[in-house]
Every structure is written in structure tokens, then in C-alpha cells.
């Protein structure tokens, strides 16, 4: 039997990229996907779909409370429940790389909007389903740079380690609610995009200096959320899981 049969799981940002890669992975073990994103999310609905699994897509905008609750809404109408939420929407991509001072308020604003106050809106709009169910699990999606604290990227690194700390109080808070929040941190996993923005030059000092000397792709988080996600983590709450290949150590 399927490890996630029978559960909901909603996806932000699934649409693409590491998302697609988690709503791949929860669907092959059994979970219906909830792909929600602002972005087109059709060919990921459409592979689970092709592959035997249940899908749709759910328009959001993480940083919006409406948006958020709307998203929760629908996805409780159509499946009656929703057990897992994996927080992956992210600025990044777009975001500026410079000198900490260069950055204007509204790219402060833009990353704390989407990176922070999106994760909070999401946990909360998801929260009174699984409450009532007495059991859930929230995945944060922080990141690396958290630890590393890599100049360059202040308001990324800011916004991806107030994920820590938020995923820390609030399972302080749901506990008792049989919801179980936990955090992820990839390291960089590059696009093309994402190289012709930062250049094959990055990736490479990083592979060059992990103990698994390759590059990271979208696959190598999906274990680590699928145990999170799935019933062996049952009684693990508020902790970080770093998957880069054994660049640095917590």
C-alpha cells in the first residue's frame, strides 16, 4: 500500500521546478495534489494525471490572505480534507544580487511578502482543517543560505531563516492540535535560468566543495519530504532537515 494513500497535500509554487518534483513524489505514493501556484499548472496536473494520480490546480497568491484561505477552501471542497501542506512558493529567481545596501524597500518588502507572510498565510488558512481532523503536516521550505549566511542575497537569507524560527514556534503551537510542522533546506538547484543569472561558475565552487561532488536537482528533495510528509515522522515536530550532499553540517 501506497505510504500517502488517501491524503490531501497541497503544493505552493508546484507548478515547476523543486514543486513539481514534490507534487510528483507525494502523488506516486498514493496523495491527491493540490498544484497551486500563479503560474500555469497544468503540465505537472496533467502528469500525475497521465500516471494514474489525482490532481488539479488551485490559482494562489501566497502573500495574499484571501488568496490563501480561497486555496484552502477549494481543495477542502474537493477532497472533504487536506493533510499535508508543503510551503514552496518562493522569491528567488527575480530577486537582486548585490550589495545589502543597494536593496530597495519594495524588493525587502516583495521577498518578506512572498517568503514569510505567504508561508504564515498558508499555515493559517490550512490550520482549521487540520485541526478539526486532529492531525496535519506543514513542510517549510527554507534554504541553505540560512546557515551559510551568503552576502549578496540579504533579504533571501533574512527570509529564509525566519523560517526556521517560524517553523519552530509555530509547532509549539499546533502540537497539541496533531499537526506536526517541520523544515527542509535544499542547497542551490540550478535552471538554466538560474545559471545565466549567477553563472555556471557558482554551481561549480559548490559541487567542488560537497562531499557528493555533483549537481543538486530537483529529485533530491522529494525522499526527504516524502518522509516528512508520510507517517514514519509521526512524532517529529519543529526541526530542519538540510539535503545538499554534505556541503556544510548543521
Known sequence: MSSLRDRVAIVTGG???????????????????AVAD?????STVE???????EAFGVDVDVSDRLSTEEMARTVHERFGRIDILINNAAFFKKATVGPWYDLTDDEWDLAMAVN????FLCCRAVHP????????????????????GIPGFLHYVAS????????RSLAREVGDDGIRVNTLAPDLIPDEEILAKQGVEVNEAIVANRSLKR???PED???????FAGPKSDFITGQSLIVNGGLMFE
Open 221 to 227: 528533495m522529494v525522499g526527504a519530504a516524502l518522509f
Open 129 to 148: 482543517y487540520m485541526k478539526k481532523a486532529g492531525y496535519g503536516k506543514i513542510i517549510n521550505i527554507s534554504s541553505t543560505v540560512a546557515w551559510e
Open 116 to 119: 514569510v507572510r505567504g508561508v
Open 38 to 42: 500563479m503560474a500555469d499548472p497544468s
Open 215 to 217: 549537481t543538486q536537482v
Open 47 to 53: 502528469a500525475i494525471t497521465q500516471a494514474g494520480g
Open 160 to 167: 529564509k531563516s525566519a523560517l526556521i524560527g517560524l517553523t
Open 15 to 33: 507548478a515547476q521546478g523543486i514543486g513539481r518534483a514534490y507534487c510528483l513524489g507525494l502523488a506516486k505514493e498514493g496523495a491527491a495534489i
